[in-house]
């Protein structure tokens, strides 16, 4: 079916950049949304970016005017711009499909995660 695959993560100073991506295969019947969440350690996963089929996106007020979310149609890759990185964005980052099956029941699609570590 669809398999998401993250990619870009690692070791960062603070205020360091990061760019990470996620490649996805298979087919999708419908997709609603794209996005990227993360989860502290320790902490519950929380949504950090969507972008809406249509455009349009959202960001968590902690990564506001340091995020920025993307996707480039032709290579079926979504990607998270990560700038002036914080310890706190220290997480496991996922990225996130949301659609309808066939049967038009709603399902979310995962990547394995990748993780960024904001330390000196």
């Known amino acids: 079916q669809v398999q998401l695959v993250e990619s870009g993560g690692g070791l960062v100073q603070p205020g360091g950049s990061l760019r990470l991506s996620c490649a996805a295969s298979?087919?999708?019947?419908?997709?609603?949304?794209r996005a990227w969440y993360r989860q502290p350690p320790g902490k519950a996963r929380e949504l950090v970016a969507v972008?809406?089929?249509?455009?349009?996106?959202n960001y968590a007020d902690s990564v506001k005017g340091r995020f920025a979310i993307s996707r480039r149609n032709a290579e079926n890759t979504m990607y998270l711009q990560m700038n002036s990185l914080k310890p706190e964005d220290t997480a496991v980052y996922y990225c996130n499909l949301n659609g309808r099956t066939w049967l038009d029941k709603p399902v979310d699609y995962w990547g394995q995660g990748t993780q960024v570590t904001v330390s000196s």
């Open positions: 972008i809406a089929n249509g455009g349009s996106t």
């Open positions: 298979g087919s999708i019947f419908s997709v609603n949304s």
